[in-house]
């Protein structure tokens, strides 16, 4: 198997955080209050991952500040956080527990993954929308949400998240060395099924329930319910 660098200062490629390869773009930060001659460096640069968006600082360790510098001499100041931001559409109890899990990632990427079972759950208890569910194991949620039609490949995404979450708190369950990449596409696992089986169906309803009028969705009920009997 192909290794792929890690993140090193000015490379304009290597593994994000997140999990994929993909180009970076790094920007020199300037003074705020330049002098008669422009802004001078700080010797600051600003990493930005292409795939995930994510930020982070680096400092320059070699030579003068300002002049051109090698690949490698810079020391990230600020921890690479895993995963994207939290979709808009995630409902805040859930997008809290997220970004307590993205930044811890740095430290854990094995508690990042517990942290986004919990998430799930709570993704769970807004989706059913039945304060006595909250009662109920992770496991048995998901159940109810396929009893009312949740789509196959959301059952598998939120199952993934509930066992791989389970995993991270068991000794040997998940490899060290694969446990950031594996966090990172829990995350965006997270943010799809937010987009599927939150934000699809909202701008679905919103297109209905505008454009169709009040008798033809009246027609619509009666031909599904007359299919039912």
Known sequence: ????????????????????????????????????????????????????????VWQETAGKIGVAQRVGDGVPLTPMLLGTGPHADMP???RAVYQEAQRISPASPRAAAALLRVATELLCDALLGEPDARSLKLDQKIAKLVERGLPAKCQKGLDALRVI???????????????????????TMLNVLVEQLITQPKVIDSVFIQHVSPGQQEQIRKRDGDKKK
């Not at 020199?28 to 330049?34: F, G, H």
């Not at 446990?179 to 596409?185: C, Q, R, S, W």
């Open 92 to 94: 805040a109890p859930v």
């Open 165 to 187: 979450g389970n995993n991270a708190v068991h000794p040997g369950q998940i490899d060290f060395a694969e446990a950031a990449d594996t966090a990172g596409k829990l995350f």
């Open 1 to 56: 198997m192909k290794e792929h660098p890690g993140p090193s200062f000015l490379l304009k490629h290597f593994k994000c955080s997140c999990g994929i390869v993909t180009q970076q773009h790094w920007v020199q930060l300037l003074r705020k209050n330049p002098g008669a001659f422009g802004a001078p460096p700080t010797g600051l640069w600003r990493c930005t991952c292409d795939a995930c968006k994510g930020i982070s």
